[in-house]
C-alpha cells in the first residue's frame, strides 16, 4: 500500500516554494494516498475533485509561482467539512435535501486557496454538525484511523480522519460544542479553535450562528499556527467578525477542575494521562484546582438549555416541512427547541451573563485552563446503541467554552491500550489564541510524547468468552455494553460451586462481587462471546474494585468473568443463599 504518513503543513509548503517539489507533484502524491486508503474508508469524503480537476488546480499553482507570486500555502493539500462552501462542489451538511451548489467559496476558503493550498475536497461530518461522535450521516460513519471500531469523534469527523490518515496536511472542521476538539483528541491531532469572530464565519451552514467557528485540524502546532496566520482576519461580510488581536497572556498558573469534579466515565487510562499531561504542565506553571461548576452549568445551557432552540433555527426549514430529511438523532435533538419560548431563551441569556461575569474573574487568578478533551471514547456500535447519553458524556469537558467567548486548542495527551487518542485542551480567554499554541508548544516540549501508532487498515477478529453475574445480565442496566459490542449469548449457566456472591455497597448502578471460596455455591451466570478487540475495551472500562479473572463453570470448563478485590467486600451484603444477582433483584423490588 502507498506509504500514509502524515503530511506536513510547512515541509510541503518549503519543498514547493523551494523549487524542490511541486504542486502537481503533492497532487498525485495525494491521489495515490486517495485511492489506497479509500479501501479502508471511503466515507471520509461527500465529494472530492475529479483526477484532473486536482491536477489542473495545481498546475494552476505551479503557474502562479513561476510568475513570481508568495504563496504560503503552496501545493498543500487540504479538505473541508462539508458545511463550509466551496464553489465547485455542493454543501450538503451531511443532508442531501439540504443540498445546493454555492457561487462563491466560503472567506475562509477563500483566503486558503490565495495562498496556495490544494483543495481535495468535502469531508463527511455529523448531519448539520450536532453530534460530538461522527456516526450521523447518511454517508457513512467515518472511523478512528488508529482503531477502526471507535468513533472519529464529530461533528467534524472527516476532516480528521482525512488528515490522521495521511490524506491531506490539514483540513477544515468546525466547532460549536467541541466539533473542532474532539476529533482531535481520538486521533492523536491538533485541533485548534480560534476565538469566536477571528476567523470569518461567511460560507458556514450554521449550527448555533453566535457560537460557530471555523476551526481547523494539523500534525502539530506549527502547521496551525501558519494556517492561523493566513486566515484570521475581519471579514465585513461576517456579522461576527471583529477586528483581529493577539493579547499576550502569562502561563505561571493554570486552572483545573477539582478533583472531585473530574468524569473520565470509568476510563482509567484517561484519568492517568490526565495526570501525566498535569505533571507536565507543572514543570513550567503552578497548577490550580478551580470549581468546574459555574463552566458545566454554563454547557448546559447548550443542550439542556435555550440555546437548543439556536439550533432549531437553523433547520426550522427542514423540521416543518420535510422532518424525515434529518438524521433520527439530529432530529430528536433540535427538535424540543421549537417548544422553548422568548422568556426561557431571555431567562437564558441572562443566567449566561452571570456565569461569563464568573469565568471572566477566573482570568484574575489563572492564566489558562487545562482541561481532559474527553473523559473516554466509544465504538462506533456505543454510539449507535446509546447515542444521546454517550454523545454528551464526550462534551463534558468542551460545551461550555464558546459560550463563555473562549479560545482553545486540542493537543494529543497519551495513547490508549487500544490506539486511540486521549488528549487535553488549554483554554484562555477571547484572542488569547497565540498565546495558546505558545503553551502547548511549552506543554509538549515538556510531554515528549510518542509518535502516533500505525494505523488500522484491517479488521481483526478472535472471540473470547465471558461470564457475567449482576448488572450486565439480560435486561439489567449494563448490558448494553454487551449489545453495542455485538456480544453473542452462548448459555445461562451456574459456576462450580465455589464462589460467594456479595452485593456491594454505594454501587451505581448495584452491582455484585463474585469471590472464590471453598465453602461457596453455585452462582447463576449467562455466558457471552465477543471478539478480542471488544474484549479488551470491555476489560477497560470495568471500574474498581472488579476485575476481569477467571471463572470456572458448573461443567468444570474456564471463562473470562468479573471478580473482585477484596476491598469489595467492605459494606457488602452476603447474598449467596439467593443463587443469583436476579433473586437479589427481585428481593429489592
Not at 464529530?154 to 474532539?182: E, I, Q, W
Not at 470491555?538 to 474498581?544: I, Q, T
Request: aromatic share 8%.
Amino acid at each position: 500500500m502507498t506509504m500514509l504518513d502524515r503530511r506536513s503543513v510547512i515541509a510541503i509548503a518549503e519543498a514547493v516554494r523551494s523549487g524542490r517539489s511541486t504542486a502537481l507533484a503533492q497532487a498525485e502524491e495525494t491521489l495515490a494516498r486517495l485511492a489506497a486508503y479509500d479501501a479502508v474508508q471511503p466515507q471520509i469524503w461527500i465529494s472530492r475533485a475529479s483526477d484532473e480537476a486536482l491536477r489542473e488546480a495545481a498546475r494552476a499553482i505551479d503557474a502562479r509561482l513561476a510568475a513570481g507570486e508568495d504563496l504560503p500555502l503552496a501545493g498543500v493539500p487540504f479538505a473541508v467539512k462539508d458545511n463550509i462552501d466551496v464553489a465547485g462542489f455542493a454543501t450538503t451538511a451531511a443532508c442531501p435535501a439540504f443540498a445546493y451548489r454555492p457561487e462563491t467559496s466560503a472567506t475562509t476558503v477563500e483566503r486558503l486557496l490565495a495562498a496556495g493550498a490544494l483543495c481535495v475536497g468535502k469531508t463527511n461530518l455529523d448531519q448539520f454538525a450536532t453530534g460530538l461522535n461522527g456516526t450521523r450521516s447518511p454517508y457513512g460513519a467515518p472511523r478512528n484511523a488508529y482503531n477502526l471500531a471507535y468513533v472519529s469523534g464529530g461533528s467534524s469527523s472527516g476532516s480528521a480522519s482525512a488528515v490522521a490518515a495521511g490524506l491531506v496536511a490539514f483540513a477544515l472542521g468546525t466547532d460549536t460544542a467541541g466539533s473542532g476538539r474532539v476529533p482531535a483528541a481520538f486521533q492523536h491531532l491538533i485541533g485548534f479553535k480560534p476565538s469566536k469572530g477571528r476567523w470569518s464565519n461567511s460560507g458556514l451552514v450554521p449550527a448555533c450562528r453566535t457560537l460557530d467557528c471555523i476551526s481547523v485540524f494539523t500534525g502539530d502546532t506549527a502547521d496551525a499556527a501558519l494556517i492561523d496566520s493566513v486566515v484570521a482576519g475581519f471579514d465585513a461580510g461576517d456579522a461576527w467578525s471583529k477586528p483581529l488581536a493577539d493579547r499576550p497572556r502569562a502561563r505561571k498558573r493554570i486552572g483545573v477542575p477539582r478533583r472531585d469534579q473530574r468524569a473520565f466515565m470509568g476510563d482509567v487510562d484517561s484519568e492517568l494521562f490526565y495526570d501525566r499531561a498535569l505533571e507536565a504542565f507543572g514543570a513550567f506553571a503552578e497548577i490550580v484546582e478551580i470549581d468546574y461548576a459555574p463552566l458545566q452549568e454554563a454547557a448546559q445551557l447548550l443542550y439542556g438549555g435555550p440555546w437548543v432552540a439556536e439550533r432549531t433555527a437553523a433547520l426550522e426549514a427542514l423540521l416543518r416541512d420535510d422532518p424525515g430529511a434529518l438524521d433520527p438523532t439530529v432530529r430528536e435533538v433540535v427538535a424540543p427547541g421549537l417548544e422553548i419560548g422568548a422568556v426561557e431563551l431571555f431567562n437564558g441569556i441572562y443566567r449566561l451573563a452571570e456565569l461569563k461575569r464568573h469565568a471572566d474573574l477566573l482570568w484574575q487568578d489563572i492564566d489558562l485552563m487545562v482541561f481532559p478533551t474527553t473523559g473516554t471514547t466509544y465504538r462506533v456500535a456505543e454510539l449507535k446503541a446509546s447515542p444521546i447519553a454517550l454523545n454528551s458524556a464526550l462534551g463534558f469537558y468542551t460545551n461550555f467554552v464558546n459560550l463563555l467567548d473562549m479560545a482553545a486548542i486540542a493537543v494529543p495527551a497519551g495513547t490508549r491500550g487500544n490506539a486511540t487518542g486521549f488528549g487535553v485542551t488549554l483554554i484562555g480567554p477571547a484572542d488569547s489564541d497565540r498565546a495558546l499554541i505558545a503553551a502547548a508548544d511549552a506543554y509538549l516540549a515538556q510531554a515528549q510524547l510518542p509518535p502516533p501508532p500505525p494505523l488500522d487498515l484491517e479488521g481483526r477478529m478472535q472471540t473470547v468468552k465471558l461470564a457475567v453475574v449482576g448488572a450486565h445480565l439480560k435486561d439489567m442496566p449494563l448490558h448494553w455494553q454487551l449489545t453495542s459490542r455485538e456480544a453473542k449469548f452462548v448459555e445461562a449457566t451456574q459456576t462450580a460451586p465455589t464462589y460467594r456472591l456479595y452485593a456491594m455497597a454505594d454501587s451505581v448502578p448495584p452491582k455484585p462481587a463474585l469471590v472464590h471460596s471453598a465453602d461457596g455455591a453455585a452462582i447463576l451466570v449467562e455466558v457471552y462471546e465477543l471478539g478480542v478487540a471488544e474484549f479488551g475495551s470491555f476489560v477497560v472500562e470495568v471500574p474498581p474494585p472488579l476485575a476481569i479473572g477467571t471463572v470456572t463453570l458448573a461443567d468444570g470448563t474456564s471463562v473470562k468473568g468479573f471478580v473482585a478485590e477484596p476491598r469489595a467486600l467492605t459494606g457488602a451484603e452476603d447474598i449467596t443463599h439467593l443463587g443469583g444477582w436476579r433473586a437479589y433483584i427481585a428481593q429489592k423490588a
